[in-house]
Every structure is written in structure tokens, then in C-alpha cells.
């Protein structure tokens, strides 16, 4: 009833800007408005400004002293200059009052007018971006893991390659929460993937039947929402005019904010296909990013670039707080480019594979209903050992796709067969015991919908570095022997994956160094 009778109370709420008066050098807040009368600041009287510097808060509250230090008095105008017209009063805080209340600076402040008082604070967006930072290196001066989550996870490529780019860096990082509405690929990352620990909340669920409020808060959240409704391939199978006219997966950018609001990350990464960059989706998701506080980083990361044979090619943003530059495009390998096709292959006899003809007359009767529907996907040539490139393999590369890597049989011109799960993954720089026990169905459908691995370990360090350096903490860096990484295929030195127990459950914008928040001229902050 308290609070209750204390809403009630609350006659006028307003954003202000903080302005600049007739010398640039100081800043204020101007309001004249009759809301201000019925909150006790009548003109000609005189308040006095309470300030409260760990709530970035101002309290303006009428007083009968007309003199002190500490003590301003209400102006008075009247609209448009009219002799005749009715008194409003005026109030003009200063920048002395301004500086002690928000030391770090504000552009714009929430103005609350309540019977018998004023307040004066920070937006709730400017707080929640102000408490991340503050957050993220208190971990970082102390060398706390960072807290992590992923959305629609698969079987965590990306979760363990972002994670294994910042180790690299030397950012520890811990996974408090990993999501995806499968359930086969939760259970494989749980056993394979070493960040997937036996205290990670796993979910086995769509994001968006997830209540947000739930859910930790994260220094970094990562996240592939899925491609279905901007696919080339899936808008040719499904019709949808636009990504968001797709059933089941056009709406899930807004569980996806939803989600970032509840648990805060100081660093959001989201990858997904190229045509996801042009769609409604993706700009409302960098609008309400920039909305929060949120610089945004956009590039494209391509397969062969980040030296792996498959060229997939996939948009990549990682948004930051506190405007912190992060290069997506053109860094250093983190691995050993792979040169030939061959390289990959595993060594068996052709009877060791599985051979598919694809001249059946069922195939072709495929074909021809596909060209019927809209779905002109040609045939890609068979691939041969001496390739540099390989075409992507997606989701549904286990239902033998022939837009996809197809290799000849030795002998019959007839056949061909895909990729072997372990073939796969080496085409994607992929540890192979990220897909240890699985069936090849589930391998297949896990790697299709993973990321390419050294590309996005190669963002991850990325992110650690810019981290460090805007806090211009030295940390030892791991040695690393590129070479060495890829020299066994079968026991992949780059990354050793623990074996848990499998569980049902489980930018123009100013940078860091020039906000007083972390260079020490914010005084007591």
C-alpha cells in the first residue's frame, strides 16, 4: 500500500536532455513547466538539491531558506513572451549540481515530479549499460571468469570456439547457461563439450518458451537464431515472402531481446546467413541494441578466409558496451589452412563408404518436382581430391542435398557419397571429438548447423583482446603451434573436449579509455 500510495503520488515523468547553456563549457537541465508548481517549486521560491552520488540521483525539494551555498531559487517566464500570459516556473540545474550527481556524464535524464519533490536520474538504459561495464571488469581487474550463455546452441561449435579465442586471449570464461530446442544436440555438447559443465543450466527448449527473468546475467551471450526463414534454400522450400513471415522461426528475434534485457551481457555475438543482414529482423535487433547502449560491429566471416576448405559464409555481429571496436574481418588464422580435399579424407577402401546413385528415377523425379516448386538449386559438379574449395554443407546435408560436397565413386561413374561426419568437420575446422557418439544423422545435423571453428575461435580472440586492451590489463597469452593443431585428425591437438556424464537437464563512438568511468578521473568512481 506504501508503494502504492507513493505512485499515486507521481504527477509528471519526462526525459530532459542535458543541454548546454550560454557557456559550452557547462551543462544543465532546463525545465519550465506548471507540473513543477504543483510539486512545491513555485516561481519566486527557492529548493534545495539533495544529490545522491551512488544513485546518480537529484532530489529537488523546496525549502524556506533563501540563502546558501547550497540554494537556488525558482525563475519565473510566461509563454511566448505574453505580459498577460500565466507564470511558469523555471528550474536550471546547474552543472556543479549535474557533475556530483552523474560524475561519468549523461546526455539525457529522467525527471520524476511528485508531490512535494523532484527527482532527477539517470535513464534505466544508461544504468544498465553503466552497471555492465562496471560489472565486466571488476571480472576482468580480478580475473573472474566471465558468465556466458548461448541461445539456439545446437551441439556448441560456437559456444566452445568463442570460449577457446578467449582463453587464447587470456579471458577465462565460464558457460552458465546453454539453449536449443533439440534435445539430441544438448545431450551430445553436454558430453563432448568441455564448456558445457555439470553446473550449466542446459535447456532444452525454444527461446521462446523461456521466461527471461529466470535466467542469470551474463558478460557474454552468443547466439545462431535459426536460419530457416532467411535462407535461400529455406524461403525457396517455404514461400515466406520476408524472414519474419516463416512459422517458426520469424518471430524469434524478439524472445532474443527479450532474453538480452533480462540477462545483460556487456558482448552479444550473433552469426547467421548473409541474407539475415537486409532483413526487418536483424534491424530491429540493431536498433533496440543501439537503443540500450549497445556499439554495433558487422562484418562476414567466410570459411576459406579463416583457413578451412567449405566456403560458407556467414554475417557475424558482435555488439559492445561502451563503444569497444572489435575487428570481425581479415584476422590471423588460428589454424593450419587445410590446401587440398584430400587432406580431409578419411582413409578407408570404397567399401568402407556408403554409395548413393543419384541417376535413380527417383531422383529425378525429385529434381523435376523441385524445378516445379521454384527450388532451382543446379546440380553441383561432383567434387574431386585436388579441390581448394568445397560448397557449404547445411542442416540437411544428411539427407544427401546435391547442392552439396558430393565425392565420385572411384570406379562406377553411378555413385557418389557425401562427406563422413569426420570428413565433415575437418572441412569446418571443427575439433572431431565435438561430435563423439553420435549417430552420423545427428553429427551430420550438428556440424550442417555449427559455425566454421577456427573463424569464430579467431572472433572470440578478438573480442579478449579488444576487452584487455581497452582495460589495458596484460595477461599471458597461450602458445600456440598452428601446425601442430592439425597434424593428428584423430586426437585433434587444438582443443581436447572433457567427457561429462550426458544429462537429460543440464564505430565512431567514443572507446573505453575515454570514459572517466575506467580512467580514473571520475573521482570517487
Known amino acids: 500500500p506504501l508503494e502504492r500510495r507513493r505512485l499515486m503520488s507521481v504527477l509528471h515523468e519526462a526525459s530532459y536532455k542535458v543541454g548546454v547553456g550560454r557557456n559550452p563549457d557547462h551543462l544543465r537541465v532546463y525545465m519550465a513547466t506548471q507540473k513543477l508548481a504543483v510539486a512545491g517549486l513555485v516561481p519566486g521560491g527557492f529548493y534545495e538539491p539533495q544529490i545522491d552520488p551512488e544513485a546518480r540521483s537529484i532530489t529537488l525539494q523546496p525549502?524556506?531558506?533563501?540563502?546558501?551555498?547550497?540554494?537556488?531559487?525558482?525563475?519565473?517566464?510566461?509563454?511566448?513572451?505574453?505580459?498577460?500570459?500565466?507564470?511558469?516556473p523555471v528550474i536550471d540545474v546547474p552543472a556543479v549540481v549535474l557533475q556530483q550527481a552523474f560524475p561519468d556524464g549523461a546526455q539525457t535524464v529522467h525527471v520524476v515530479m511528485e508531490t512535494g519533490r523532484v527527482t532527477i536520474k539517470a535513464l534505466p538504459n544508461d544504468d544498465a549499460a553503466r552497471e555492465?561495464?562496471?560489472?565486466?571488469?571488476?571480472?576482468?581487474?580480478?580475473?573472474?571468469?566471465?558468465?556466458?550463455?548461448?541461445?539456439?546452441?545446437?551441439?556448441?561449435?560456437?559456444?566452445?570456439?568463442?570460449?577457446?579465442?578467449?582463453?587464447?586471449?587470456?579471458?577465462e570464461t565460464h558457460c552458465a547457461f546453454f539453449v536449443d530446442h533439440a534435445h539430441a544436440p544438448v545431450r551430445s555438447a553436454a558430453r563432448n563439450i568441455p564448456q558445457v559443465e555439470p553446473d550449466t543450466r542446459t535447456m532444452m527448449m525454444g527461446i521462446e518458451q523461456i521466461d527471461p527473468?529466470?535466467?542469470?546475467k551474463v558478460e557474454i551471450l552468443t547466439s545462431g537464431l535459426p536460419c530457416t526463414g532467411a535462407s535461400t534454400q529455406g524461403r525457396a522450400k517455404n514461400r515466406n515472402k520476408t524472414v519474419e513471415d516463416h512459422d517458426s522461426a520469424g518471430h524469434l528475434f524478439i524472445p532474443f531481446l527479450n532474453i538480452i534485457q533480462a540477462v545483460q551481457p556487456a558482448i552479444v555475438v550473433l552469426e547467421n546467413v548473409i541474407q539475415f543482414e537486409k532483413s526487418m529482423a536483424m534491424e530491429m535487433i540493431k536498433r533496440m541494441l543501439k537503443i540500450w547502449g549497445y556499439s554495433i560491429?558487422?562484418?562476414?566471416?567466410?570459411?576459406?578466409?579463416?583457413?578451412?576448405?567449405?566456403?560458407?559464409?556467414?554475417?557475424?555481429?558482435?555488439?559492445?558496451?561502451?563503444?569497444?571496436?572489435?575487428?570481425?574481418?581479415?584476422?590471423?588464422?588460428?589454424?593450419?589452412p587445410s590446401n587440398r580435399l584430400n587432406d580431409i579424407l578419411?582413409?578407408?577402401?570404397?567399401?568402407?563408404?556408403?554409395?548413393?546413385?543419384?541417376?535413380?528415377?527417383a531422383q529425378m523425379e525429385k529434381r523435376d518436382?523441385?524445378?516445379?516448386?521454384?527450388?532451382?538449386?543446379?546440380?553441383?559438379?561432383?567434387?574431386?581430391?585436388?579441390?581448394?574449395?568445397?560448397?557449404?554443407?547445411?542442416?540437411n546435408y544428411y539427407k544427401n542435398q546435391p547442392s552439396s560436397t558430393r565425392l565420385p565413386h572411384p570406379t562406377d561413374p553411378t555413385l557418389c557419397r557425401t562427406l563422413t561426419p569426420l570428413e565433415h568437420a575437418r572441412g569446418k575446422g571443427i575439433p572431431e571429438s565435438a561430435i563423439n557418439g553420435c549417430t552420423d544423422t545427428l553429427a551430420q545435423m550438428i556440424l550442417g548447423n555449427s559455425v566454421i571453428w577456427p573463424g569464430f575461435v579467431a572472433i572470440g580472440r578478438a573480442i579478449g583482446v579488444a576487452l584487455l586492451e581497452a582495460l589495458r590489463i596484460a595477461r599471458p597469452t597461450p602458445t600456440i603451434n598452428m601446425h601442430a593443431m592439425l597434424s593428428d585428425w584423430s586426437e585433434p591437438a587444438n582443443?581436447?573436449?572433457a567427457n561429462h556424464p550426458s544429462s537429460e537437464f543440464h564505430s565512431s563512438e567514443p572507446g573505453w579509455m575515454n570514459d572517466s568511468r575506467f580512467n580514473g578521473t571520475a573521482g570517487s568512481q
Open 297 to 336: 560491429n558487422m562484418g562476414r566471416l567466410n570459411g576459406n578466409e579463416s583457413g578451412v576448405l567449405e566456403r560458407r559464409t556467414r554475417m557475424v555481429m558482435v555488439a559492445t558496451t561502451g563503444g569497444i571496436p572489435v575487428q570481425i574481418e581479415g584476422l590471423p588464422l588460428e589454424v593450419a
Open 495 to 497: 582443443l581436447v573436449f
Open 63 to 88: 525549502t524556506r531558506r533563501s540563502k546558501g551555498k547550497n540554494v537556488f531559487k525558482v525563475s519565473r517566464k510566461r509563454p511566448n513572451g505574453n505580459a498577460t500570459g500565466v507564470v511558469v
Open 369 to 395: 518436382r523441385d524445378q516445379l516448386k521454384g527450388n532451382n538449386f543446379n546440380n553441383i559438379p561432383l567434387c574431386h581430391g585436388n579441390m581448394t574449395s568445397i560448397p557449404c554443407n547445411g542442416a
Open 346 to 361: 578419411e582413409d578407408r577402401p570404397p567399401e568402407g563408404f556408403k554409395w548413393v546413385n543419384y541417376a535413380t528415377p
Open 213 to 216: 527473468r529466470t535466467l542469470p
Open 132 to 171: 555492465r561495464l562496471l560489472r565486466l571488469k571488476d571480472k576482468l581487474d580480478r580475473g573472474t571468469p566471465l558468465e556466458t550463455g548461448e541461445l539456439c546452441a545446437g551441439g556448441g561449435i560456437m559456444t566452445s570456439a568463442i570460449a577457446e579465442g578467449l582463453n587464447r586471449a587470456g579471458v
